[in-house]
């Protein structure tokens, strides 16, 4: 079912900005390389479930956001994972570590929505 979340200036460059979608949260990314469309992503890591957008230390950068728990990177148009708990709140851990880390779980993608603009509004379907 198609829902509007606003004028596409609502969302600033480069700043994942928080939605709620149904009750659950949404992060909307516009990023400057590609302005005049927006990716949309859950905000909940598929590692542990924790945050994208709250939490010691990560961000997004370039069309990837790094998990502030456990450093995995995640493409935020496709979800695809880059790397998987890599470390700790930002920190590089020894690569031997993140099967530890990991907590037995394998890596996975982040969850987005289909998101287009439709004269000027952004607009998911969930
Ligand atoms: S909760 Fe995101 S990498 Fe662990």
Redesign the pocket.
Known sequence: MPTTLGTLADFALDTPTPVTIDGDKFLVIRSSQNPDEVCVVRDR??????S?SRGPRGGYENGVIT??????RFDVCSGENLD??PGVAGVTAPRWSRRL??MGKSPAPLTVLAAEVRDGQVVVDR
Do not use: D, M, R, V
Not at 45 to 50: K, Q, V
């Open positions: 890591c598929p590692h542990a479930g924790l994208l998990c502030p728990w456990h450093n995995s998987w708990t880390i990991a």
